[in-house]
């Protein structure tokens, strides 16, 4: 039930004679969407804006400090597959260029290539993560690619909290060598390190990507058709 298939040894089930099926495509769009969200949420403090009146501070210390902006920014997405593609095409239509880091250049999309990922980080001032998880992207995004994204850059992670290394995270964080991040999933989930949730430079998200009722009912449909 989801199109990560990780938690899963299919190599073990193979040879069992075993088949291991996953629900892919039909929670692209909505996916694509959360990311797109939590991109907005990160950049435009908009969780913290909300809180700041909530609490009564607008009225009582005036305006929210101006926040960053998605204008004349570079996306790079961390895996352009299905769902990378569905953000693409929206970022798009907000003004971000577009960058990608992958294995293999891919003829049929126009963005910029780079099969190295600190060369993207450098490069681009949002990374935006949505490549499988696994052993084979276990802290793909360490220190070193965190660095390079630099004090005005943003990481989104909707793919597996697997893929950063997020002790790391937190020290750059906390260093203020990167500008904020938004983050969907977590490396031992429900749990989320205390040290995050101290930040006000993130914006945790419960593992919702794809958790509309509709999108889930899609999955469904196809778990039970597979």
Not at 43 to 70: D, H, I, K, T
Not at 130 to 137: D, L, Q, R, S
Not at 138 to 166: Q, S, Y
Request: charged share 25%; proline share 4%; no cysteine.
């Amino acid at each position: 039930f989801g199109v990560g298939y990780d938690a899963v040894d299919a190599v073990e089930a193979g040879r069992r004679g075993i088949v291991v099926t996953n629900t892919p495509d039909v929670l692209n769009e909505e996916v694509a969407d959360t990311a797109l969200g939590l991109l907005l949420m990160t950049v435009r403090q908009l969780p913290r804006s909300e809180l700041y009146l909530r609490a009564g501070r607008w009225e009582s210390e005036g305006n929210f400090p101006l926040s960053p902006s998605l204008r004349g920014r570079t996306m790079g997405i961390v895996g352009l597959g299905r769902i990378g593609k569905a953000i693409a095409r929206r970022a798009e239509t907000f003004g971000l260029k577009i960058a990608y880091f992958g294995r293999n250049r891919q003829a049929d999309v126009p963005y910029a290539f780079y099969d190295d990922i600190v060369a993207m980080a450098r490069d681009v001032s949002i990374l935006m993560v949505i490549v499988p998880g696994g052993a084979a992207t276990r802290h793909l995004v360490d220190r070193k690619v965190l660095e390079a994204l630099g004090p005005d850059g943003f990481l989104i992670n909707v793919a597996r909290g697997t893929v950063v290394d997020e002790a790391a995270l937190i020290d750059v964080l906390a260093e203020r060598g990167i500008a904020g991040a938004g983050l969907d999933v977590f490396e031992n989930e429900p749990h989320v390190p205390a040290a995050l949730l101290a930040l006000e430079s993130v914006v945790l998200l419960p593992h919702v990507g794809s958790a509309s009722q509709h999108t889930r009912d899609l999955m469904g449909d196809l778990v039970v058709d597979n």
